[in-house]
């Protein structure tokens, strides 16, 4: 079968933890080398990757590049405004199209109904690079992140502050495959996706929402939070209100563990959804996430095209 990386929940926990080990493996395996520079091994010799991002991004974009890079391929960003999928094309025959030319396709765009049907009809392996829906990508690094830190996730506490959104449903995910505790404090209006807690609850997943971010960040070894204003979904300035309670200060970080972690997938709206003390201070390791992108970027290619390092 065609190994798609579409959702977390869609994989099994040994695939997922084979996936982050690889990526631990991969970061180690850079040190001495330019940025530039290949791997030592480079197991994506002669692959190329198709990339459409039809939403802005820097960090997904970047890192997935530089990753086939420095594992031995190639990328081609492949301008979604300047495709015939622009004009109408269907996804169904772009997958098609893009099959023949292409070793895998990552997609970024608005309603994640694009993404199935994109690896419903395409040959290759399709990689979500963020919907409305869900952005499995970031969490991966998120994990990598966290276990450098503060040892393996299983077992302990994370919190979620704030919109229940995309970036927060591959979190509900995560908590279900990586098996840790999951407080989500989110406004009402703003709450995860109901199928989606209730399919991790069903599951037996220790995940749970309130609308109390003191009560969510109790104990919590990471505090984790996204903008309140996501692609796609601006909010003027008067609809942010609701979402005040739930900024990440030094004064609620210091309910949480003394080590927890401050993490955002980033980019941050500073003073919105997190203060510069915050993310400026001792307990941030937003910069290691935004770098580890990279490396779990690799082990997800790595995966998806069955190959190993
Ligand atoms: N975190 C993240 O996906 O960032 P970009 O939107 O810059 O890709
Ligand atoms: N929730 C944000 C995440 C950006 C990486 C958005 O969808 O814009």
């Known amino acids: 079968?065609?190994?798609?990386?579409?959702?977390?929940?869609?994989?099994?926990?040994?695939?997922?933890?084979?996936?982050?080990?690889?990526?631990?493996?991969?970061?180690?395996?850079?040190?001495?080398?330019?940025?530039?520079?290949?791997?030592?091994?480079?197991?994506?010799?002669?692959?190329?990757?198709?990339?459409?991002?039809?939403?802005?991004?820097?960090?997904?974009?970047?890192?997935?590049?530089?990753?086939?890079?420095?594992?031995?391929?190639?990328?081609?960003?492949?301008?979604?405004?300047?495709?015939?999928?622009?004009?109408?094309?269907?996804?169904?025959?772009?997958?098609?199209?893009?099959?023949?030319?292409?070793?895998?396709?990552?997609?970024?765009?608005?309603?994640h109904n694009n993404l199935t049907e994109m690896a419903r009809y395409a040959s290759i392996p399709v990689i979500n690079a963020l919907t409305d829906h869900s952005h499995p990508c970031q969490l991966m690094a998120d994990m990598l992140t966290f276990e450098e830190a503060n040892g393996p996730i299983k077992g302990q506490s994370v919190a979620w502050l704030g919109d229940g959104n995309n970036v927060a449903t591959s979190m509900i995910h995560a908590a279900m495959r990586f098996d840790f505790r999951?407080?989500?404090?989110?406004?009402?209006?703003?709450?995860?996706?109901?199928?989606?807690?209730?399919?991790a609850q069903a599951e037996g997943a220790d995940v749970v929402v309130t609308d109390d971010p003191v009560e969510a960040v109790k104990g919590a070894r990471a505090i984790y939070t996204d903008t309140w204003s996501s692609m796609g979904q601006e909010r003027a300035p008067s609809e942010l209100a609701p979402f005040e309670p739930y900024r990440v200060t030094t004064d609620l970080m210091a309910h949480a563990a003394p080590d927890a972690l401050f993490l955002h997938c980033l980019p941050a709206h500073r003073g919105e959804e997190v203060t510069d003390a915050v993310m400026d201070g001792p307990q941030s390791a937003v910069w290691e996430q935004a770098e580890n992108r990279l490396h779990a970027q690799k082990a997800i290619l790595n995966w998806c095209l069955n190959r190993s390092c």
């Open 1 to 111: 079968a065609v190994r798609h990386f579409l959702d977390l929940d869609l994989l099994d926990a040994t695939t997922l933890r084979g996936i982050l080990e690889d990526a631990k493996a991969m970061k180690a395996g850079r040190t001495g080398l330019a940025k530039g520079a290949a791997d030592r091994k480079a197991p994506l010799n002669g692959d190329l990757l198709l990339m459409i991002f039809q939403k802005s991004s820097t960090r997904t974009r970047i890192s997935f590049e530089v990753a086939m890079r420095q594992l031995g391929g190639a990328a081609s960003d492949l301008d979604g405004s300047r495709l015939q999928l622009g004009r109408g094309e269907s996804i169904a025959d772009t997958a098609r199209v893009l099959s023949a030319y292409g070793d895998a396709i990552v997609l970024r765009t608005d309603h």
């Open 182 to 199: 999951l407080r989500l404090a989110c406004p009402s209006g703003h709450l995860p996706d109901a199928d989606v807690l209730a399919a």
